[in-house]
């Protein structure tokens, strides 16, 4: 099928963006476009274009939506964007929809989109799947792996079918929840749309969202505004609400084109903190805050705090006022899951969690070396602009093929490009270093894929498990244990391997896995790619209890990566963690004696 020619589309003809298409979203039609492409053995080349255009978009920190509203020119010069991505970008702005994408879904079933998600299954296998077993949707899928038709084609085993099951139930289990990385930037583009509106006086991201929490299953927003009439007018008729599920004078729900629900409530000023409080969540912290007014002779609902006997009004206006009506401190909000948060609130001021002001630097990242998009010199001064004081470089080793990892000789040229670059820094009196580390691969019998030679010339060694993801819990906690034990590695990066939706944490016991990390002074990463992170919170908690530090990095492969810090701070945040329980709020000095120390020397 030819695919090239897509529908034409004059840039001239957008005048102004209409959809509030956000930057996840738009990669995110790049990415099926190309591993559509792909599916069908196109050209390599342009496959190649449409993902890497993804991959700069997903990373952005700009809004495409913002830069296409300064015109045609807004959108040039974005390394990695041509002419005809570009027009599809105002393509997408201006209708939202795709024409090129639509013409492939025309010539191959839409269910195909679905089986890519499936963890093991790229384009070719899907591709495959579908000419030699006509395995069109993720139905056809299970059916096929479940009643071992599957390993009859070249590539498929038992142990496939069985990994493809399992990918395909926790898939089924993510339905009708959005990473937080889609459902967020919505929250905000639609708050900041509300809280324009004449007579609104605040508006926020309640519930999920605004507690950080990974996953959220619609977006809830809250309004103050004595006009409320006016306010559910623009919010059912803004242009990216596909349906309006219910218009009411106080709540209104829509469905939103990118497939989220968004819900708004719109109350009066006095009672907007008691409204937030509420709509915050989580269930089980309003719950236990009801109990707890009760024990103390007072009601609290989303209209305010009062007291039982006069149902005299206490606090309403603010959430501060509120949790002080209760005798509590406030409580932010990643905490409100009714953990132990109430009772520490009764007997503290402020709660001082860790904050991204608090990092000092970044300790895992890529360069073009292996699989990151950046020379080394980009990644450095891409971190000193967030004000970072040092980054460590973290390149893959040669184990993890698919992203070019280096063997020894290339580990050892690049730590002298390092000295040289560091050395350049100094000389222009730039207060920065660049770390040599290396994000060694952890063989499947535990071993690492470094000699130590090279290991101990490093500043920083961070460990990680690429391979063999499907043995039992014994094997892999002993495996990650050998790794830790080694005394070669300083952080174990990305503790679970679990992609959210996509891939499941391998089977570890992390309990174990943090008594060696403690013993052996290795810090565990919480990997802040919002598909990752890993440590989630309940391990990041777990870690605060054991005593094991964490390893806050962004694992970025491009220099629009390093944003992506803000959600691993936060689920560091809901997992109780502070400053001094996170190895990158160092300063340099005492980072470097840290390891020094671990290490024996
Ligand atoms: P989600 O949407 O599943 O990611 O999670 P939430 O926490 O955003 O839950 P959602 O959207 O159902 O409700 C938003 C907040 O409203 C929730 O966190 C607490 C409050 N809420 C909802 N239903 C109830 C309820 O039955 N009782 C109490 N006390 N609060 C509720
Ligand atoms: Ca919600
Ligand atoms: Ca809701």
Not at 171 to 197: D, I, N, Q, W
Not at 343 to 361: H, N, P, W
Not at 468 to 473: G, R, T
Request: glycine fraction near 8%.
């Amino acid at each position: 099928m030819s695919t090239n020619g897509s529908i034409p589309f004059d840039i001239s003809l957008v005048v102004v963006q209409k959809f509030i298409m956000e930057n996840a979203e738009i990669a995110r039609i790049f990415y099926e476009i190309a591993d559509l492409l792909e599916v069908n053995g196109e050209n390599p080349f342009r496959v190649r274009s449409y993902r890497n255009a993804a991959d700069v978009i997903d990373g952005m920190p700009e809004s495409l939506k913002t830069l296409a509203q300064k015109g045609e020119d807004g959108l040039k010069g974005i390394h990695g964007i041509g002419d005809s991505i570009r027009e599809k970008i105002f393509e997408l702005l201006a209708t939202g929809k795709c024409g090129l994408l639509e013409e492939i879904l025309k010539q191959m079933p839409v269910g195909i989109l679905d089986i890519l998600r499936v963890s093991g299954i790229g384009p070719k296998k899907a591709g495959a799947l579908y000419s030699a077993l006509g395995i069109a949707t993720l139905e056809d899928l299970a059916e096929a792996a479940s009643s071992g038709k599957l390993r009859l084609l070249d590539g498929f085993g038992e142990k496939t079918e069985a990994k493809i099951l399992r990918s395909i139930k926790s898939l089924k289990a993510m339905s009708g929840v959005f990473k937080l990385s889609l459902a967020r930037p919505y929250a905000l583009t639609l708050t900041e749309y509300l809280g324009k509106v004449h007579g609104v006086t605040a508006c926020e991201a309640a519930g999920s969202v605004r507690r950080w929490k990974e996953t959220a299953g619609d977006i809830d927003i809250l309004a103050a505004c004595d006009n409320a009439e006016v306010v559910m007018e623009r919010f059912t008729t803004h242009p990216d609400v596909k349906d309006v599920i219910a218009k009411g004078a106080a709540k209104s729900s829509v469905m939103l084109r990118v497939g989220i629900q968004a819900d708004l409530r719109v109350v009066d000023e006095k009672c907007y903190g008691a409204a937030l409080l509420y709509f915050t969540g989580s269930k089980a912290h309003n719950v236990a805050l009801r109990d707890m007014a009760k024990r103390k002779g007072l009601k609290i609902n989303e209209y305010g705090v009062f007291s039982v006997k006069g149902e005299k009004w206490l606090a309403g206006k603010t959430e501060e006022d509120v949790y002080k009506a209760m005798g509590l401190a406030w409580i932010p909000p990643e905490l409100r899951e009714n953990k132990g948060e109430l009772i520490v609130a009764q007997s503290k001021k402020t709660f001082r969690l860790l904050e991204i002001a608090d990092l000092r630097g970044d300790l895992h990242c890529h360069t073009s070396e292996s699989d990151g998009s950046y020379s080394i010199e980009d990644m450095a001064f891409a971190a000193m602009s967030r004000g970072y004081e040092y980054l460590a470089i973290t390149d893959h080793s040669k184990a993890v093929g698919v992203a070019h990892g280096l063997n020894e000789e290339r580990v050892v040229a690049q730590m002298e490009r390092i000295d040289a670059v560091n050395a350049k820094l100094k000389k222009r009196g730039k207060n920065f270093t660049i770390l040599k580390g290396a994000e060694v691969d952890i063989r499947a019998d535990g071993t690492l894929d470094h000699p130590d030679g090279v290991l101990d010339r490093l500043d920083l060694a961070v460990g990680a498990v690429h391979s063999s993801f499907n043995m039992d819990i014994k094997e892999m906690t002993a495996r990650i244990v050998r790794a830790i034990k080694s005394g070669k590695i300083d952080v174990l990066a990305h503790p679970t391997g679990r992609l959210i939706g996509a891939r499941e944490p391998y089977a570890v016991d992390m309990e174990i896995v943090m008594d060696a990390a403690k013993k052996h002074g290795v810090a565990l990463e919480l990997n802040s790619y919002p598909d990752r992170l890993d440590l989630n919170d309940v391990h990041c908690n777990l870690a605060k209890h054991k005593g094991v530090m964490v390893a806050l990095s962004t694992d970025s492969h491009s220099v629009y990566n390093f944003e992506n810090i803000i959600y691993g701070v936060h689920t560091a945040r809901r997992g109780w963690l502070e400053k001094a329980d996170i190895l990158n709020t160092m300063p340099l000095s005492a980072l470097l004696r840290h390891i020094r120390a671990r290490r024996g020397l």
